[in-house]
């Protein structure tokens, strides 16, 4: 599977979603007061959220697992004064972050691995936290888990945004999003057990679907009117067809899956 998510990431719709979303790669948080809010700058918001819930301190080491170009690591590490590694499978996610982090002046802080978060190049218990942003799901969870707990310091927290399967999930959607984004989904309620057979204690789960599905679609189809240049551009043939794919994609994920925030201690 990790071939094809180099292949999505690479391409250049995969490379068109940064440039809509603030230069993040996951979803955006939205409530009551920030309604009006674009998509990037939701975000943004649960990037901070994210980071809130990290605990890390100055120059210890993060590890952020499906690190998409990078924005999230150079917030945290701004924000936290940690040191940073990321790793992702996609060969331009790498790059982009890596000059993004020489851009911001933050190199003796971040550092992009290019490689497998399955088999990260680095020895046990090497980091005091770690995250799964919204990444998590192209790697199957139990065996990320498994990967996470054996870089993880004991005592380190790793915190964990994930798009959960509802009860009506259909088998028809796991099998399009299985084909498609390369993806496995799981139940909010089956974090307890894969947390523990990996050798996390679960400290909590925030179900926050209410924050995130409703404002999903209108969110987009805002984004790709406001740029609708850019991936003009950026999509040379067929950026009607791409255009309609993203919609139907991201409403087939609001019916089918909701978000949550999970908060484990390594064992």
Partial sequence: M???VATLYNSPE????????????????????TADADFAAASDRLAQIMIGKTVIGPDQRFIDIG????QPAIM??????????GITISSYQQQTATAKAKAAGLEDRLHFILGDALDIPREDQTYDGGWFFESIFHMGHAAALR??????????????ADLQSRPT???????????????????MEDYPRLMADAGF???????????VMPYLVPKLKETLTKYDMVIKDTIKEDSDKMLDNW????????????????????I
């Fill in 67 to 70: 690190c998409g170009i990078g």
């Fill in 247 to 266: 919609i139907y994609m991201f409403e087939y994920m609001r019916d089918n899956l909701g978000y949550m925030l999970a908060t484990a201690r390594k």
């Fill in 201 to 211: 204690e679960l400290i909590g789960i925030d179900d926050i679907t209410d924050n």
């Fill in 147 to 160: 990967e996470a707990s054996r870089v993880l310091k004991p005592g380190a927290t790793l915190v964990i």
């Fill in 76 to 85: 945290l590490a701004k924000a936290k004064g940690c040191r940073v590694d």
């Fill in 14 to 33: 995969g490379q068109l979603g940064p440039s809509l979303f603030g230069d993040h790669l996951h979803w955006g948080y939205w409530d009551a007061e």
């Fill in 2 to 4: 990790s071939e094809n």
């Fill in 169 to 187: 999930i259909t088998t028809e959607f796991r099998e399009f999003v299985n084909k498609h984004i390369h993806s496995t989904f799981v139940a």
